[in-house]
């Protein structure tokens, strides 16, 4: 426990700072985010970690919505009560792997190959504690058909995850239906994927990032069970990205 404290006092401070650095906006909603932890900071501490982790799933022009992410997450009291520290960790290890495949690539060919499989090797371990997450790398391959990047991303998941199988430490999980219990977590956030999709219609195919998010959340839908609160937390994040791509007109008075 003490190994994984010094690791949030470490990492939390360093995505708090990156956070704040690309939207002021969100230095207050991070504090009011924040005060959360007081209500049981016994149990919640790792929660510093988890809040600026969720924010990076927000657009970077926009990062102050990580805020309405985070509250659509931790809207349902059965979520809230399963974020025991390890979960919490696990949750913050999904936003940022998320959050880094759909950011842009980074310049130079060598560059984009080692970020490509630096990301493809994460993707894999993370599939140790969310057996569905290598299915992000199929989902990116549906939202980005063209690029040898993503057959190679899709190809070291696979690979990293077929190594894990070999060592008995990855299985891939079988469909499963979920409880109906997480319907409470989902619905504001599936109300929203709707409405959007119905007033976007093919203009969500230009949004890619989000795409992705979509793409994944379909793929991870038959297989909640083994990963649920990462599933709420997918789909709060893809929810808010769209909403946040619909058309505001501005009015003139």
Known sequence: MISLTILILILAPILLIQIIWDSKESQYLIIASLLYILLVPQKYFPMIILMPAVFTLAPKFAREMGF???GLFLIDPQVREGLTP???LTLSAFS???ALRISPLPSGKFARALYTGILGILSGLLGIFIPPFPLLSIAYIFVFPLTSLSYTYAFVTVLTSIVLHEFGLYSFPDPALPST????????????IIYSIYIEKKGILRKRQTLTLLMFSLF??????Y????FVLLLAATSVRLVMSLPHPEETL
């Open 68 to 70: 309405l992410i985070l």
């Open 86 to 88: 390890i979960n919490i």
């Open 96 to 98: 940022l792997v998320l």
């Open 181 to 192: 219990s997480i319907l409470t977590a989902i619905a504001i956030p599936l109300i929203l």
């Open 220 to 225: 991870m839908a038959p297989f909640i069970p």
């Open 227 to 230: 990963a649920t609160q990462a």
